[in-house]
């Protein structure tokens, strides 16, 4: 009951910009704490940006001052801004979010550890 949809990625130039989105639908009472994966080919997926429920944020060493993690409630939106990008940035982003929601048939608020769909990012040199 409860989906994130992504979007925002591509091909874009090394020293690049792109900015990726993660909105989440379904009767949304609150997100808490959101984060990025992301997946390159054979290797596994890893922690890129994490913004905590106390507005806390955590960045991989490799993306660290180039990459920044927001959200806007209002729109139930997570962002992920990212700069400078180098060919080592090839991947395919997920978002993560744990949501609690109103499960409108049960009369209930649920939590929810939800991921987006992925979108992939390629960075040329």
């Known amino acids: 009951q409860v989906q994130l949809v992504e979007s925002g990625g591509g091909l874009v130039q090394f020293g690049g910009s792109l900015t990726l989105s993660c909105r989440a639908s379904g009767v949304i009472f609150s997100i808490n704490a959101v984060a990025w994966y992301r997946q390159a080919p054979g290797k596994q997926r890893e922690s890129v940006a994490t913004l905590s429920g106390d507005s806390s944020t955590h960045y991989a060493d490799s993306v660290k001052g180039r990459f920044t993690i927001s959200k806007d409630d209002a729109t139930n939106t997570m962002y992920l801004q990212m700069n400078s990008l180098k060919p080592e940035d090839t991947a395919v982003y997920y978002c993560?979010?744990?949501?609690?929601?109103?499960?409108?048939?049960?009369?209930?608020?649920?939590?929810?550890?939800?991921w987006g769909q992925g979108t992939q990012v390629t960075v040329s040199s």
């Open positions: 993560n979010a744990d949501i609690y929601y109103n499960d409108l048939e049960q009369g209930i608020l649920r939590a929810s550890d939800s």
